[in-house]
């Protein structure tokens, strides 16, 4: 009996949450049947919903530390002249234990599988894309789980097994003897892959931004620039956007991202 009773409290979630986006899901559906070429972009709300601390948040180290301390270390040049002082503060918290990727990031590797989504363009550094399935990825911040050889002629890469196990605090490469650095963009270098993130956005038909407040740039800039001469883009956020109003369709995420997604490819099912 309790079992039955948990359950119906479940779906009635679960339907209270699609009843409150309906028409903004059903405007969203019938804009995204219509798209031969759709592109997600994805920010810190889809891996927190997989458990990943959103670095901006509440609680995240941006706030705890001050946005300052953390620009100053994680940042290109400290790596350089205090490379110590870098890993020193980057294991402690930055070493995040391995998550599984969420509902969210499942049900986007199963619609590009499906041919509804063209790419996925992330500023996530948690790899959780590629290990839902996803195959064109476009991480602009780097990876976290790699690591890369700063040597100048050898750019040898590295699990983070490697570097966890590594009997000091400065990780260096095995075949060279150089430092390791993380595979992820520091303040001060340039976002990875530039170019192509810009052209994926601006040639998408319809533009989905997911778990992103687009306040970081630059790819908040190239979701406004493409804003600025289409309009099929939607909204799907926890909370208020900085592009809100340019939007073709904003869908509030109350609980799971991962059940408007599920919900949304539902209903494009019916339009084969
Ligand atoms: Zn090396």
């Excluded at 150089?178 to 340039?190: A, I």
């Excluded at 804003?227 to 909204?235: A, E, N, R, V």
Aim: include cysteine; proline fraction near 4%; aromatic fraction near 10%.
């Amino acid at each position: 009996m309790a079992y039955v009773f948990e359950n119906c409290a479940n779906l009635w979630v679960m339907t209270e949450v699609i009843v409150l986006n309906k028409a903004a899901i059903e405007r969203a559906v019938s804009v995204l049947a219509n798209s031969n070429n759709t592109v997600v972009v994805t920010g810190a709300g889809i891996s927190t919903e997989a458990g990943i601390p959103d670095f901006r948040g509440e609680k995240g180290i941006y706030r705890t530390l001050g946005e300052d301390r953390v620009m100053q270390i994680i940042n290109i040049d400290a790596f350089r002249r205090q490379p110590e002082v870098f890993w020193e503060f980057y294991r402690k918290y930055f070493d995040f234990p391995p998550v599984e990727p969420s509902h969210a990031h499942k049900m986007l590797a199963r619609m590009e599988q499906k041919g509804r989504v063209s790419a996925v363009v992330t500023q996530n550094i948690d790899g959780l894309h590629d290990k839902a399935g996803s195959k064109k990825v476009i991480a602009v911040h780097g990876t976290a789980d790699r690591f890369v050889c700063t040597g100048s002629r050898c750019r040898a890469c590295y699990e983070s097994e490697y570097v966890r196990d590594y009997p000091q605090t400065v990780p260096r490469c095995s075949e060279c003897g150089s430092t390791l650095k993380p595979d992820v963009v520091l303040f001060g270098e340039p976002i990875q892959n530039y170019m192509d993130a810009r052209q994926q956005i601006m040639d998408a038909r319809v533009l989905v931004v997911i778990g992103s407040s687009l306040t970081v740039y630059p790819l908040a800039g190239f979701v406004k620039e493409f804003s600025t001469f289409y309009q099929d883009m939607i909204i799907i956020n926890k909370g208020p956007t900085a592009m809100d109003h340019a939007a073709l369709v904003k869908i509030e995420v109350e609980k799971s991202t991962g059940e408007i997604l599920e919900e949304i490819d539902r209903q494009l099912d019916r339009f084969k």
